[in-house]
């Protein structure tokens, strides 16, 4: 096992994941044998690393997997492909974190040293790319990219201040807040974006 969440509109419901690819819905009133009340495989060839509810929307359910994709499913459909399904990341998904506030919006960290927002939002074309001439694609649903820490290991939203996300990793951990432009393209690539309303800017162990 990887991961267990709660869910967000059933004190007696649980969700898990894990090494062999399943997400697996628990009745904790249920005893032992007939506890596991639905599965679904959502990968046949890697770990389900992470796993988070949508608190807006109870039935959606994202998950993060070994090989750096992350799915999003309706679980009233367990026998449906996912309602959304990227592959971007370059190493394994290590957190994941729906804002809030915003049903659409959901955060994710990778191995790859880099954390990215998500607008699910958006359809194709809707959002303008950084670069034209980049050697690297940007999704039109990839709000804000956040990178210079290594090995981030988890993140959240705040619940208290709007559009604030922690993350902790192997340099020690920040407090930001993804910057998005009126037409919703991405802030954070490059190094003229490196300063982005980080608070503070970087903190270090070696600090306390």
Not at 20 to 40: S, W
Not at 50 to 64: D, E
Not at 92 to 113: C, K, Y
């Amino acid at each position: 096992m990887e991961d267990i969440q709660f869910s967000p509109n059933d004190k007696n419901g649980i969700a898990t994941c894990g090494c062999d690819g399943f997400i697996n819905f628990i009745d904790l009133r249920k005893d032992q044998k007939t506890a596991l009340v639905q599965q679904m495989q959502v990968s046949q060839d890697c770990d389900a690393n992470v796993i988070a509810w949508n608190p807006m929307k109870p039935t959606l359910l994202a998950v993060g997997l070994d090989d750096g994709s992350f799915k999003v499913f309706d679980i009233r459909y367990p026998k449906e492909d996912p309602i959304t399904f990227i592959k971007w990341h370059e190493g394994p998904i290590t957190s994941l974190s729906w804002q809030p506030d915003d049903q659409w919006t959901l955060a994710v960290s990778s191995d790859d040293n880099r954390l990215s927002v998500w607008d699910f939002s958006v359809e194709d074309g809707d959002a303008a790319q950084m670069d034209q001439e980049a050697d690297y694609h940007v999704p039109d649903q990839l709000i804000f990219l956040h990178q210079g820490q290594d090995y981030i290991k988890e993140l959240r939203w705040s619940p208290y201040v709007s559009n604030t996300i922690m993350t902790t990793a192997l340099n020690g951990f920040n407090v930001f807040q993804p910057g998005v432009d009126q037409t919703g393209s991405a802030l954070g690539y490059g190094e003229e974006n490196e300063g982005l309303d980080i608070i503070p800017e970087q903190i270090q162990d070696d600090d306390f």
